[in-house]
């Protein structure tokens, strides 16, 4: 009897075993293709990328040309961006099977709570890397490049051509403006996720409005942490970073006390709410005041 009983609890685990390999081919066999397909368009993609710098430079009336520091870096660039544009262009494919998979362990309820967070997810990261190529990398660029003209002015104003430092023209290496731009897209792309990942954890009574706002010193040297591991090693990038994600956490706050407003409302409605307030403060009257 008892080997009945293993048998029949063994059978459910390698069908989910099996399942779950499924589901991970299926997800591999869109990553690869999807690879593919951004490994061949790699030129288009990178000149998408350098867009922002070239407008920058257009500005200042420089020529836009990046130059290859070591034999390779050409080919490392197209594999970059065919790992990274494949990942994204096979993201959606790879997030239906997850949720194939995770959700016949789902109730009704827990599909309708979770499904919109799941949707919210690549959103906030298209958002957060579109915030980042359209507004930050200009700006960013152009306050790198700034510094091309201290040097400048020292030409003019020493008088003397030959006592005057030499000029500095920018000739950046094709590698590492993309994992410069990438970084910046990539960071802004994860960090606009704490909105989402916050109101999952509310929704679910993880973390509360209350307590995320008396831990919000924690929460700004976590984010400022953060910030000087996913960008640059400068102190504007994870100062630009840092400002963009604080008011995120903000926005998270919002969110949580929305959702407790709203399961406190149909809770009182069912008639199961339970104040904690109120129930801390009865013991305080005391067994001689009842």
Not at 2 to 12: E, K, L, M, N, V
Not at 173 to 180: N, R
Not at 231 to 251: G, N, R
């Amino acid at each position: 009897m008892t080997t009945d009983h293993i048998d029949d609890s063994t059978a459910p685990l390698i069908e989910h075993l099996a399942e779950l390999r499924n589901r991970i081919l299926y997800s591999l066999g869109a990553f690869t293709l999807a690879f593919l397909v951004a490994w061949y368009f790699w030129k288009p993609v990178f000149n998408l990328l350098s867009a922002p710098l070239c407008n920058v430079l257009a500005g200042r009336g420089q020529q836009c040309q990046l130059v290859l520091i070591k034999m390779q870096e050409g080919f490392f660039v197209s594999m970059k961006i065919g790992l990274w544009g494949g990942f994204a262009i096979a993201f959606p494919v790879i997030a239906y099977q997850m949720w194939r998979f995770v959700a016949p362990g789902l109730y009704r309820s827990e599909k309708r709570a979770f499904l919109p967070f799941l949707v919210a997810s690549p959103v906030m990261f298209a958002l957060g890397g579109s915030v980042a190529y359209f507004v930050i990398l200009p700006w960013a660029f152009d306050f790198f490049l700034s510094y091309q003209d201290s040097f400048k002015a020292a030409v003019e104003e020493g008088g003397s051509l030959a006592a005057a430092p030499a000029g500095v023209v920018f000739q950046g290496s094709m590698e590492s403006y993309l994992s410069l731009t990438m970084s910046f897209v990539l960071a802004f792309g994860i960090c606009f996720q704490l909105p989402v990942l916050l109101s999952l954890m509310g929704r679910a009574g993880l973390v509360s409005s209350r307590g995320l706002k008396a831990t919000r010193k924690y929460a700004i040297i976590g984010i400022l942490a953060v910030a000087a591991t996913v960008t640059p090693p400068d102190v504007m990038s994870q100062l630009i970073l840092f400002s963009v994600i604080y008011p995120l956490y903000e926005v998270s706050i919002f969110l949580i006390a929305r959702f407790e407003r709203e399961r406190e409302a149909q809770m009182r409605a069912d008639g199961t709410w339970v104040d904690l307030d109120e129930e801390d403060e009865a013991p305080e009257a005391g067994p001689g005041k009842a």
